[in-house]
């Protein structure tokens, strides 16, 4: 019976025995076997400098990621720095108009928010949604609530006098205008 994990020793071949073992390959045949094992996927080239650029690259994209994050972020102004914010959830609003028109009065609404000193940034929302409940249940969402808006004011009555301007509430749409809570 033979042991199947004692390695297999194989006879010594004539002469072997008195060649140097420290001699290293040409790196040319060295280079070859390498290509063509490479090519056949059976190994790979030790490269280092791929780790160093994989880190760089990953360096870039975080730095990259947080300078967007900075500039999509609605900066406070001094002369809103210590005014309340207020959502402003938009709702119930008729389909009139191309939607172009539509954005573009919004759009025109928000810098005439800013260019009054308000800080203002808002988005639309997908149609669709789902509500989940206790339990981890979802259902769909029943609610027809189609964007909002974050502006900053003196006051609640302030925020609800900015909704009232919106080209939301002018179309015939609902906003709903409730101060954020910030301790």
Do not use: C, K
């Amino acid at each position: 019976m033979t042991n199947a994990t004692a390695p297999l020793e194989e006879p010594p071949v004539p002469g072997m025995s008195s060649l140097p073992r420290d001699l290293e390959p040409p790196a040319a045949l060295e280079d070859r076997v390498v290509s063509a094992l490479g090519a056949h996927a059976l190994v790979g080239r030790r490269d280092r400098t791929w780790r160093w650029q994989h880190i760089a690259a990953a360096v870039v994209l975080f730095a990259l990621g947080a300078v967007a994050g900075r500039l999509s972020a609605p900066e406070r102004t001094p002369a809103t720095a210590g005014q309340p914010r207020f959502l402003l959830l938009l709702s119930n609003a008729p389909s009139t108009g191309p939607d172009d028109e539509r954005v573009d009065a919004y759009r025109a609404w928000a810098r005439t928010q800013r260019a009054a000193g308000r800080e203002i940034s808002g988005e639309r929302l997908a149609p669709e949604g789902r509500v989940v409940e206790p339990g981890g249940t979802t259902s769909p969402e029943r609610d027809d609530l189609q964007g909002f808006f974050v502006v900053s004011g003196a006051s609640l009555d302030d925020a609800a006098a900015v909704a009232r301007s919106s080209p939301h509430v002018q179309s015939g749409g609902r906003v709903l205008v409730r101060a954020i809570d910030t301790p």
